[in-house]
């Protein structure tokens, strides 16, 4: 055993026998990739920490740390957690997945809760949403109100995650307006408004006159206000300032409910590693009101729709359904199994262009 | 009334206490930040500048500080001295990319194969793809008389996307489930930088920041090549009589620095971050910038400077955390030492006269 092991254990040895006082609140760390200002992303598992505040009053204390950049920043952000005596870990972004595993390795009494990655171990799960059950809605309203058929999307990183709410907003788009087209833009970012709000001009000016944004700033709206016939829907957050016209609806992440019962299991000594990818039924994913700018019996479709994912009735990758080279992937009434959503690295029949290499 | 009139030379004196007062000056404006933001000023001073060196988990922020300032140091060595000459280098982000790229590109050629002769070989790849980056503006500026500044700040948003590109191709983990990002080195024992001491936080790249320390210092005290440097930086008039080659200099110095980036970028790569990914750049290249000035452009003060940046991000950190300052205000922090760090050179260069002195 090395030197920065011992000390570690040591460490970790204080930090637990601290924990055993009854009095002693339990201590949840926050590792944000953005600014909690963000509107979006960051903004959400915020208010997921607040939540948690909220619940336990003074037996628990929360800290965290904006900005982070993933890598080794990420580890000696979370270590310092970490020593400081946290007993509980939420590390908010795909990129510090082997941080997470590396310093959990390191406290092997301290939970960690990894969103969005894949990695786990006997203190680290991983958690994620279902974000492509309100593609689907928003894929829904977007190809009954377009009038250009052009849908503009700005995309972050062409992850399993993105192509699925892509996939999953263009097969419901097509669904109700077969001339539907997308346009997709990548922009390798989560978070700069400056990129984003580019993309969006971009995609306007070239006719689409709805954007879908799969970035967390709210700067693809203001671009939509300017333009003035163009809907827009909140991602990650309502971004409700934007309604009723251009912001139309949203997709909000809910983490509160998720925060507050993993807090109560590790002060419950009930904490075990899981794997928790949960959707509408559950509230992780929310489905911002919907505006009076949809027209109603749209309106009233998608709300159906949101009634039947929650019920658990529909499933949005429901064959048939082909692969975009025209291969079958899913049979007629066929429902996909989570591996290959999990894993999705192609586009389904229709959506143009190729998944960047 | 005030008045400047410029020193014959700039004095010796100004010269070393002016990172002093900014750091003093940045303590006592950033703490009436602080305190405006609600939080104790002093509490906050000391978690930032006391803490990570000397609290109860000083063993494990004292390592840190050589990892985080280690690439700081390196990256601006190598820029210090086309600073010097009036050669004005500023895509180190970009090589740092780039080197990181070629040497983990190399390690990961020869996944899984295990033998010694791999890390060098990265350590090689890694400052050979700094310098040809680098060798971009130099060539272009040498032959074609454009820019550098601009040719080398435009190619770190080229080498942005080459990362990008990267990630989701050429070296993406083929067993990431279709995740961007390649394999983890740090589970590749030889293409891992690991810490040579375990817990010490001394990797190759802080032996290789050390080293470039001494070998600048050297150059630039010793060596012809550090006179032309100095020479041209003072006066490029005079370095023409003396027989300085500015084409030469202009490669050198453009590559120099360039190499030393991208073997930022390898040791970063293979060590502390681990893997290539689309984020794999976290500013270091212009971080470095703020190193190399802070430091007054020598070898020893940006040793220093390096170390104290690196302080600043940590304690920054700790704050945030233990106090709950927004990560906005510590940048802001950093922000002011640049500031005054260069509002106070001023009296390096010039004297402050009172008008009725003058009059008298």
């Not at chain 2, 080229?158 to 589970?187: I, T, W, Y």
């Amino acid at each position: 055993m090395n030197l920065k092991s011992l000390l570690a254990s040591a460490a970790v040895a204080l930090t637990t026998a601290g924990a055993a006082y009854a009095d002693d609140p339990t201590k949840v760390g926050f590792v944000y990739v953005g600014p909690v200002g963000d509107g979006g992303w960051t903004y959400e598992h915020n208010i997921g920490r607040l939540a948690v505040e909220e619940e336990f009053g003074d037996k628990v204390e929360t800290v965290f740390v904006e900005n982070v950049p993933e890598g080794a920043d990420a580890e000696r952000v979370m270590t310092q957690m970490a020593l400081e005596g946290a007993d509980l870990i939420f590390t908010t972004s795909f990129g510090y997945m082997d941080p997470t595993i590396n310093v959990a390795a390191k406290f092997p009494n301290v939970k960690f809760e990894h969103a969005t990655g894949y990695k786990r171990a006997d203190n680290v799960s991983t958690y994620s949403a279902r974000f492509y059950e309100g593609r689907a809605v928003q894929g829904h309203i977007a190809g009954k109100m377009t009038k250009t058929n052009k849908v503009g999307y700005i995309a972050s990183f062409p992850i399993p995650e993105v192509i699925r709410g892509i996939n999953s907003a263009y097969l419901h788009a097509s669904k109700v307006n077969p001339d539907v087209e997308f346009n997709i833009v990548w922009v390798y970012t989560w978070f700069d408004p400056t990129k984003e709000a580019d993309a969006a001009k971009a995609l306007i000016e070239q006719g689409a006159d709805v954007i879908l944004q799969h970035t967390d700033s709210t700067a693809p709206q203001a671009a939509a206000q300017e333009a003035g016939n163009v809907i827009t829907f909140g991602q990650a957050s309502d971004m409700a300032e934007y309604g009723p016209f251009p912001r139309v609806s949203s997709i909000i992440d809910n983490w509160s409910p998720y925060y507050i019962d993993r807090t109560r299991a590790v002060m419950d000594g009930t904490w075990e590693s899981v794997d928790t990818w949960d959707g509408i039924s559950t509230g992780m994913v929310g489905i911002g009101e919907i505006t009076d700018a949809v027209p109603a019996d749209v309106k009233a479709e998608a709300l159906a729709m949101v009634e039947a994912m929650r019920a658990g009735e529909y499933h949005p990758f429901t064959g048939p359904i082909n692969k975009q080279d025209g291969s079958a992937w899913l049979a007629d009434g066929e429902v996909s199994e989570d591996g290959p959503l999990l894993g999705m690295n192609f586009y389904i029949e229709g959506v143009t262009g190729d998944i960047p290499q | 009334m005030l008045k400047l009139e410029k020193r014959p030379e700039p004095s010796r004196l100004w010269t070393a206490i002016t990172p002093v007062i900014a750091v003093l000056a940045t303590m006592v404006f950033g703490g009436l930040l602080f305190a405006a933001l609600g939080k104790d000023p002093f509490v906050a001073i000391r978690t930032i500048f006391y803490d990570p060196l000397f609290s109860e988990f000083a063993w494990f922020y004292r390592p840190q500080l050589l990892i985080k300032g280690a690439p700081l140091i390196l990256i601006a060595i190598g820029l210090s001295l086309g600073f010097r000459a009036g050669i004005w280098n500023i895509g180190a982000e970009g090589q740092y990319i780039v080197g990181a790229i070629c040497g983990a590109g190399v390690g990961l050629a020869f996944y899984p194969a295990e033998s010694w002769f791999i890390f060098p070989a990265m350590i090689i790849a890694g400052a050979v793809g700094g310098f040809l980056w680098a060798m971009i503006p130099a060539l272009l500026k040498t032959r074609f008389g454009t820019n550098e500044i601009l040719v080398s700040l435009m190619l770190v948003y080229v080498a942005e996307q080459l990362l990008a590109s990267m990630s989701l191709g050429l070296l993406k983990n083929p067993d990431g489930f279709g995740f961007p990002g390649s394999r983890n080195l740090q589970h590749y024992p030889s293409a891992h930088n690991a810490e040579i001491i375990s817990g010490w936080g001394i990797h190759w790249g802080v032996v290789a920041a050390f080293i470039a320390v001494i070998f600048a210092y050297v150059l630039l005290a010793r060596h012809v090549l550090g006179f032309q440097i100095k020479l041209t930086g003072e006066s490029p008039r005079a370095a023409k009589f003396a027989g300085v080659n500015p084409t030469r200099l202009v490669v050198v110095c453009l590559g120099l620095s360039g190499a030393l980036a991208g073997l930022a970028g390898l040791f970063e790569v293979s060590g502390p971050a681990g893997q290539i990914s689309i984020d794999f750049n976290v500013g270091y290249g212009f971080t470095a910038i703020i190193v190399a000035f802070l430091g007054r452009l020598h070898p020893v003060g940006i040793l220093l400077a390096g170390l104290l940046m690196a302080l600043t991000y940590i304690g920054g950190e700790i704050a945030q955390s233990n106090l709950g300052l927004p990560s906005a205000a510590i940048q802001a922090f950093q922000g002011m030492l640049l500031f005054f760090l260069l509002a106070v050179d001023v009296l390096t260069n010039f004297k402050i006269k009172f008008r009725n002195e003058r009059v008298a």
